[in-house]
């Protein structure tokens, strides 16, 4: 049985302060619901949430029972140097952060970053011990053309390209955030979203086995909220969501946490 991952993505919102309080009001909520802690404390449930760099120290802080994932949002797959506004694996790693999130489709598509970039950063990340949520989506017009899966089937193989098997399968998360459905209140239909989940462990169980593909875990992310998730949650190739906007909210996160179970 693969555990349940269920990950909020702040995006450029909650700076330190915000990010302090937040996390002080949910790890306590979180510590207080007997079903939840359960369910992190049998490896059955991982709860994350993917912060901005400057609160990411601050999250840690408030984090006192150790209970949530913390993560950065994107990173550089250099260590250090002149890269004057970026941060590095290392640098995540040391405020105490577990997990990064790569490939954004608000990176690919505001930042450009393609493909090989993606990959250079989940490698980098690996390397240095982080797990990388690598996300991946088509476009609606990719969508339209029915190009959906060959757009998913490019952005997954060429994002673990070169990376061992085993450790696609233990250590990288893959999510599945069709960028119609991001921020804009459309989501997938839990049928729309399996089937290109489906595909993409189809695929990695091509390119890396079907023991990999078993094992790895699949997001769907794209205006995930309390209402529409346990019939998300019920597909059997998706195994968690990636939450942007009801996560900014703790009463919804929280939510979103409890209908997942
Ligand atoms: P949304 O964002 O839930 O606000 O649509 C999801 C994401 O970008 O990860």
Not at 38 to 58: G, M, T
Request: glycine share 8%; hydrophobic share 40%.
């Amino acid at each position: 049985m693969r555990r349940k991952f269920i990950a909020g993505n702040w995006k450029m919102f909650n700076g330190p302060k915000a990010s302090y309080d937040f996390m002080t009001k949910f790890v306590s909520l979180i510590s207080s619901s007997k079903v939840i802690t359960e369910s992190i404390s049998s490896s059955k449930l991982e709860v994350a949430i993917f912060a901005p760099a400057i609160s990411l120290e601050s999250c840690v802080r408030a984090n006192v029972s150790s209970s949530v994932i913390l993560g950065a949002e994107n990173m550089y797959w250099e260590k250090q140097g002149a890269f004057t506004g970026e941060i590095s694996a290392p640098m995540i790693k040391e405020t105490g952060c577990t997990h990064v999130i790569i490939g954004h489709s608000e990176r690919r598509h505001i930042f450009h970053e393609t493909d090989s970039e993606v990959n250079k950063k989940v490698t980098a990340a690996l390397a240095e011990g982080l797990t990388p949520v690598m996300c991946v989506g088509e476009l609606l017009q990719d969508r339209e053309n029915s190009k959906t899966f060959d757009v998913i089937a490019t952005q997954v193989s060429e994002g673990i390209k070169g990376i061992d098997p085993l450790s696609v399968a233990d250590n990288i998360i893959i999510a599945y955030e069709p960028v119609w459905a991001i921020g804009t209140g459309k989501t997938a239909s839990s049928e729309d979203a399996e089937e290109v989940c489906a595909s993409i462990r189809k695929l990695v169980a091509q390119l890396c086995g079907c023991a990999c593909a078993e094992k790895i875990i699949i997001l769907y992310g794209g205006s995930v909220k309390p209402e529409n998730t346990a019939s998300i949650m019920s597909q059997a190739n998706i195994d968690g969501v990636l939450v942007g906007g009801a996560s900014l909210k703790v009463d919804s996160f929280m939510s979103i946490i409890e209908s997942s179970l």
